[in-house]
């Protein structure tokens, strides 16, 4: 149950005051076994689903999560999954039915009780492109919550300026495709941001790889070239946290398509009127 069904049973009479405060106030803190503490609010604050970061966690931990959230919130999303994590996660889901989309390559799942009501999808495009296939895992996690968040993911891979026609032509396509905000992912010296951002009129996510041989200190050195980048308009995020830069880059999209579908509306209103 989401806060809008509550409210709108209170109105309707289907249930008093007290039961509304009762499961409104279930939107706060909850605690799993002593030694978890899920905020299941934090969706309504924020308009962001909780992330449940699977490293450092035993597959047990993970599938007391998904028993005690799913039922809940409605849907659960895991990143950073191990070989062993997914496996666990597999063979629960299909015991209880729940819905499975998992992305081995991103390490990332989300389990979704069936008839979930998805998120309003908007008008809105976030471009996701990458300098190398290494730096893929990253990418595939970002476009994951990207599409969670309910905004189309424009991706292009393997654009790197080794080969330089190739980020131009990449570039191009952002350019015809009319994304709202671009994520760029890299590793090595982490220049394909830089370059992007010099050429593009929105706004630009770097995204630091911890690929690349000894002196890129597994991702600081494409952090630091990123954050010293000379174009204006390019922000950075942490090295490999496809999830941060997907969410910066969704609530500024989705802002976005919000506006534009209210102009939407009120163009097509205008026009009936007329």
Known sequence: MDIRKILEDLVQGKIDVDEAIRLLRLFS????E???KFNEGRILRRDVPEIIMAEGKDPQTLIKLIEKLVPRTGKVIISRLSSEHMDAIKRFTQSRNMVLRLNEIGRIAVIKSRGIKERHKLPCKVGLITAGTA???VAEEARVIIEEMGCDAVTIYDVGIAGLHRTLAAVRKLKEEDVDVVIVIAGMEGALPTIV????DIP???VPTSIGYGAGAKGWAALLSMLQACP?????????NGVNAAII???????IGAVREKLNKYSSHTVHSS
């Open 135 to 137: 730096d893929l895992r």
């Open 204 to 206: 630009v996510i770097g």
């Open 232 to 240: 204006l308009g390019l922000a950075v995020v942490n090295i490999d």
């Open 34 to 36: 002593t030694f978890i």
């Open 197 to 200: 951002a010099s050429l593009l």
């Open 249 to 255: 880059a969704s609530l500024i999209a989705r802002r």
């Open 29 to 32: 803190i909850q605690s799993i």
